[in-house]
């Protein structure tokens, strides 16, 4: 069993080493020379103002998940899961309730280890587990899966045993704590794995439900392992000795002791530097006895508004900045709450005004409504219009998500080919011309996002064709980023009505056209062909009073089961066809950072991210063994090829339908004559001119032996 240790070196580097089992457990029995980890305890005992822990980063962090390994372009990757899962406890009281907590945890037989966390108030639990049926997974992606369905099952059956709630976090595969301190570990070698049962859905569990419905992205291995949350609460813990000391303890636990209690610490936070909200959540969050009257949610918020508005410098009216409605109503919904307008949805967003992260949500109208109530409850006489016109104006802040995502990567590319070999995952007879149109596509992508060229759209469509189970969806899922994906990708657009389609073109960064196959030859050669060229759309946007233009965004890429899916000839050099001779390996995350990066980086140099004529001739070219023939250009090169220079004869198109029908009898079924006419003009090699009688075709009968 091996597990992998993370530290961030002084030049910001990324150091990985690979560890037993054995290693681990006698590492985290005996500080270093440093003594980092005790002071990093020391830290948390203290007073905690704003900050952090100085030398947070000489602490190296462990995932016990396995063995990672760098890739040879320096990602890293998963190598081997080792099938463990952790649990933690977080916030206990001292040293002596987290060796009960250890021992708890050791009564299970599937319970491989429990120790004392880098912070010395944790409790780490690790959980051998395995399949129900079959091997652990040992792709990146599939462990994964495996890993969060683990842990939820796993939550229930160790709340039980431990006599209080495990901490809920985002289960991750990757998710890496600081080196542990314990002197007297337990470990149990001969741990059973816990049978884990992947064909039914995990239980939801209520602390999470936030959680899936919109999931946050992945954090890595370098972030620390110190939630702010956990700082306040730390905070939460001082104040309140401070406060109940100071306290009649004769009154203790009595209705007005605990409300003056309450008001008591959120003063102490404040004068400490905590947000009001942020106080709010940590104080009710840890506050016992909530069944006492009166003591309920809105009593600590009304207690916190009046604590930080007697800490606040007053205003004068003589200034000219006196309170009125709307001022008080911006301030309070402000305090309580982070707004934003997401310019490519085109609404305002909002999350609770703390710092710990929670997901974006749109406003609602019930969220207009749920704003309004608690500004009620509050005290201010307003109405729902009065919270409309503040939350959909100018005055809350744009925000892009494209353009935060994009800046976060600019300027870090460390100079490593990412693009073409994701491209390389894909086995496929042409690699060399394959990774040399993804590469020129993924560019051409990212700069649709930026707008770097008004004029024209990304018309370029990669077609991944292979039989069924070779992972070209999960391929085309993955070139996007979690935080991207989760919004900006769809496999499940119809090409049916217009409005939804350039809707989605406004909005989403990528469209799978998932089962190509499905979609007709009139549609391919009439609404496809157009919106694949189009620099910008025109749509209504929901509850819009008026159409607009907006810049397009989003890129296309197709994958089909069938060969034969292209049905228009001049239309075959808008799709880079390739054929997938295997399984594509999707094992690996890709490393987006870097790929995005690399995008960035050859862009601002000048890379061409457009296909030239030579190249749109050889993608012509090689997209006609994809091409769909209809039965009559079938009965045509039946009979006929392209004239010799010595050796042929001109014949108009409906002079070659008239001999078909002679030459194959009732089989053959005629087209219309245009149709059949622009068919034979897509033909490779056949020269055609115009004449009197229409358009004639320099053709000569194959002789048949």
Known sequence: MKFTSFKTTRKKGLQVGVHDAEWFMQRITHETNDFFTTGFREYLKGSMKWGSYRFIHEIPRLCVAGEFKRTPTGDVMLAAYSGLVVLEVRELADADACEVL???????????????????????????????????????????????????????VYDGILGCRVTRIVPRLRYAFLLPLDKAPLVNREAVPFRINTAVASPADDAELHLLALPEPPRDHREVDMD????????????????????????????????????????????????????????????KFKDEPGLTQDFVRSAAEAAYADAAPRRSAADGTADNLMRTLIRRIETRYV????????????????????????????????????????????????????????????????????????????????????????????????????????????????????????????????????????????????????????????????????????????????????????????FLKNILQLPSVK?????????????????????????????????????????????????????HEQLFAQALAELDDGARYWFDDAQTTAIMQHNRQFQQLSSALQFFLEHFEPGAPTRGRWLTAAALLEDLKHRAGSAFQPPALNTFGRQLNGCEGLLHKHTKNGEAYWVQDIIKP
């Open 228 to 287: 702010t949350y956990q700082l306040h609460a730390q905070r939460y813990a001082l104040a309140a000795r401070e406060v109940a000391g100071r306290l009649d303890p004769k009154a203790r636990y009595t209705n007005g002791w605990w409300k003056e209690f309450v008001s008591g610490v959120l003063t102490t936070l404040c004068l400490e530097g905590v947000g009001e909200e942020e106080a709010v959540c940590v104080v009710w969050n840890n506050l």
């Open 539 to 591: 749509v209504k946007r929901l509850y819009a009073k008026h159409i607009e233009e907006v810049p397009r965004l989003a890129s296309f890429i197709a994958t089909t089961n069938m060969a034969d899916v292209l049905t228009d000839p001049s239309g075959s050099r808008r799709f880079l066809g390739v054929r997938v001779t295997g399984s594509i390996d999707v094992s690996a995350k890709p490393n």
């Open 339 to 526: 707004l934003r307008y997401n310019t490519v949805m085109g609404y305002p967003e909002y999350r609770p005004n703390h710092t710990w992260p929670t997901p974006w949500q749109p406003v609602t109208d019930e969220v207009v409504n749920t704003f309004t109530t608690d500004l009620m409850l509050s005290g201010l006489n307003v109405w729902d219009r009065d919270v409309r016109r503040y939350v959909f104006s100018t005055r809350i802040r744009a925000y892009n998500p494209i353009e935060d995502y994009l800046w976060r990567c600019h300027g870090k590319w460390d100079g490593r080919d990412r693009i073409r070999a994701l491209a390389a995952t894909v086995p496929t007879d042409t690699p060399e011309l394959w990774a040399e149109w993804f590469h020129t596509w993924f560019l051409a992508m990212v700069a649709q996002w930026q707008g770097r060229n008004r004029r024209f759209g990304n018309a370029i469509v990669p077609l991944l064709i292979s039989a069924q189970g070779m992972h070209k969806s999960t391929f085309c899922r993955n070139l996007l980023p979690q935080e991207l994906r989760t919004w900006g990708y769809t496999d499940n657009l119809s090409l049916g009505e217009e409005r939804p389609v350039h809707l989605a073109m406004s909005q989403m960064l990528l469209i799978n056209l998932d089962e190509f196959n499905r979609i007709s030859p009139a549609k391919q050669q009439g």
């Open 102 to 156: 250890k021992q708890r945890a050791m009564q299970l037989p599937s319970t491989w280890a429990a120790f004392i966390g880098a912070s010395g108030r944790t409790v780490k639990i690790l959980v051998r587990v395995a399949p129900q049926q079959g091997a652990l997974p040992q792709a990146e992606v599939e462990a994964e899966d495996f890993y969060i369905a683990a842990y939820r099952q796993l939550l229930a």
